[in-house]
């Protein structure tokens, strides 16, 4: 077991996946201007939308709030002013809350590592991120919860890596990171000499869980 644990908390602790799938499916009754559109295919399309541009503001292109913008600018194919998108945007976001719950295997993995102090590393909102741990009740089990509010710099960035790591008095090869993105977690920790377990939600011996059987490379 590692002396320290760095967790990711979108698709790794909370099945972020499911949340934003339903939150999407229910654009149609959102915007007159989607509401012809299949409720898989608005899920669909928020899914792309997301992954490209949550990557650009992982690389620095683009704002928090810029990418939600953009993401509701392309899934209505136009233009729209900022106070629209983000209007739109905040009524995704109350039903995207709504759908918030732990990964399987959360449970079994917090109760075994009760006595591992660990971290929340996220790239997300860090207004977002806490309301994440409070409404899921999982709070007590983590020292700290880091977002790039902390250090001016999403992951891959080193920053946040190495915050985390200072926060728990320990070297970056005592600790044990726990993420789903190869890029943003995996890569990343293993270059300050972590150890790091790539999460699959649905793939067997990939799970959250699974990552207690020690280390392994990326599949």
Request: glycine share 8%; with cysteine.
């Amino acid at each position: 077991m590692p002396l320290g644990i760095l967790i990711d908390l979108d698709d790794t602790l909370i099945d972020d996946t499911f949340a934003m799938r339903q939150a999407a499916r229910s654009f149609g009754e959102l915007h007159e201007d989607l509401a012809a559109l299949a409720a898989d295919r608005l899920a669909d399309r928020w899914g792309e939308l997301t992954e490209t541009h949550w990557r650009r503001f992982r690389d620095g292109e683009t704002t928090l709030q810029g990418q939600r913008r953009a993401r509701v600018r392309g899934l209505l194919s136009r233009d729209v002013p900022d106070p629209e998108a983000d209007a739109l945007f905040a009524r995704y976001l109350e039903r995207y809350e709504t759908h918030w719950r732990r990964v399987e295997g959360a449970d079994e993995f917090l109760a075994r590592t009760a006595g591992v102090p660990k971290v929340i590393v996220s790239n997300g909102e860090r207004g977002q991120a806490l309301r994440k741990v409070e409404r899921l009740g999982v709070g007590r089990h983590f020292v700290a919860v880091l977002t790039p509010e902390h250090t001016g710099k999403p992951k891959p960035d080193p920053s946040l890596f190495l915050a985390a790591v200072a926060l728990l008095g320990l070297e970056p090869a005592d600790c044990l990171m726990i993420g789903d993105n190869l890029e943003a977690d995996i890569v990343p920790a293993r270059s300050l000499g972590m150890a790091a377990f790539h999460v699959s939600m649905h793939e067997p011996g990939r799970r959250l869980v699974d990552s207690l059987a020690g280390p392994e490379g990326p599949r």
